[in-house]
């Protein structure tokens, strides 16, 4: 008989957007796919900011388990928590589009300080 696979309700809040995307995943789906699949439904609900689609590009905190980065590559179901904070990694200044520089006047717009407004907020 074949076993089925546990689903889970992920809960995905998304740094800068309104309310949670919800869906259901499978228990060994790794933490990369959940993303990419985060990153699709935000995109087909019309949701702003428009994010993009690489997952590399993001990092994936659970909310319930003390806010502790997921590695990319473990197991969805391996933390035993369904909400999770989905933030854009910041950008390096070799990185910035365009040739802008940010100022030293700009210190506190980082993804931590975001984050704090966020939750807080």
């Not at 889970?8 to 790794?30: H, T, Y």
């Amino acid at each position: 008989m074949k076993e089925q696979k546990k689903k889970l309700l992920v809960n995905v809040k998304v740094l800068g957007s309104v309310g949670p995307i919800r869906f259901l995943a499978n228990e060994d789906d790794k933490v990369s796919s959940v993303i990419n699949t985060a990153l699709k439904t935000y995109a087909r609900q019309g949701r702003i900011p428009v994010l993009g689609f690489d997952v590399d590009n993001f990092i994936f905190y659970s909310i319930n388990g003390g806010f502790n980065t997921l590695n990319p590559h473990e197991k969805i179901g391996s933390m035993d928590v369904t909400n999770f904070l989905l933030c854009k990694k910041e950008r390096r200044p070799m990185e910035k589009v365009q040739g802008r520089r940010e100022s030293k006047a700009r210190a506190g717009h980082g993804w931590k300080s975001r984050l704090l407004r966020f939750l807080l907020g």
